[in-house]
């Protein structure tokens, strides 16, 4: 089924992997491997309804503080999922550009080469993007645009009086802000995720943890935002 208004740009915020795996007596961050299959199929979903992009919450700034073998294990995931992604010819015949948003200085060298690789190969492309939030966090982020501007005030490069949201946002990581956040995993927050881009965001909460995820699942968010008035505070 198809509907009149579907989100241009959908932020997701992947939680409940660890929780999952424990459901099934595995230690908690091999739920993550479930989570990067999940992801494959929603990209398809997203492309089948047309939603042009698609904002990730993938890692967070205070994801840095899991014990070191989960760590290291998620490292491993992510150099893996983004050596896959960037050799899916559909990158480029379906002409999709990644980003990567965050503090990715805190990474690895390893894992912080391979996203600046695939964003590099990537920047050409027009028809969809996606963005993936690692080593994030939306309190961070409005932080580091305040500091970019402070230095642009400082050097002379931006008067003071001229600051408005514009030059705001224009100093974030992310300039798109997304019409809907999907939240898996019953918890009712959003978690530090697009703190300024998502102030008018619509918000659906789901139970089922991220690996659960279904197609009636996401198809049932579409239908749900559609029948939703937005009114930005009118």
Avoid at 76 to 92: A, H, V
Avoid at 162 to 191: A, M, Q, W
């Amino acid at each position: 089924m198809r509907y009149k208004n579907v989100p241009k740009h959908l932020g997701i915020i992947m939680d409940g992997n660890r929780r999952f795996a424990k459901k099934l007596l595995l230690k908690p961050w091999k739920g993550h491997e479930w989570g990067s299959d999940k992801l494959e199929k929603v990209l398809e979903w997203c492309q089948e309804y047309d939603i042009r992009e698609l904002t990730l919450y993938t890692f967070s700034v205070q994801n840095f503080n899991r014990p070191k073998e989960e760590f290291n294990y998620l490292m491993d995931i992510f150099l893996e999922n983004f050596n896959k992604l960037k050799n899916d010819k559909r990158l480029f015949t379906e002409k999709i550009k990644i980003n990567v948003i965050g503090r990715l200085w805190m990474f690895p060298e390893r894992v912080r080469d391979k996203l600046y690789e695939i964003m590099e190969l990537t920047k050409d492309n027009d028809e969809y993007t996606i963005n993936f939030a690692m080593a994030y966090g939306g309190k961070e982020e409005v932080i580091d645009a305040a500091r970019k501007i402070a230095e642009k005030v400082k050097s002379g490069e931006l008067d003071i009086e001229s600051i408005n949201e514009e030059v705001f946002r224009d100093n974030l990581y992310l300039d798109s802000d997304p019409d809907l956040i999907i939240r898996t995993g019953g918890e009712k927050r959003s978690s530090n995720f697009l703190a300024f881009q998502g102030a008018y965001s619509e918000f659906i909460f789901l139970d089922k943890m991220w690996p659960e995820l279904e197609k009636e699942d996401f198809v049932a968010c579409i239908a749900e935002y559609s029948s939703r008035k937005r009114r930005f505070g009118k």
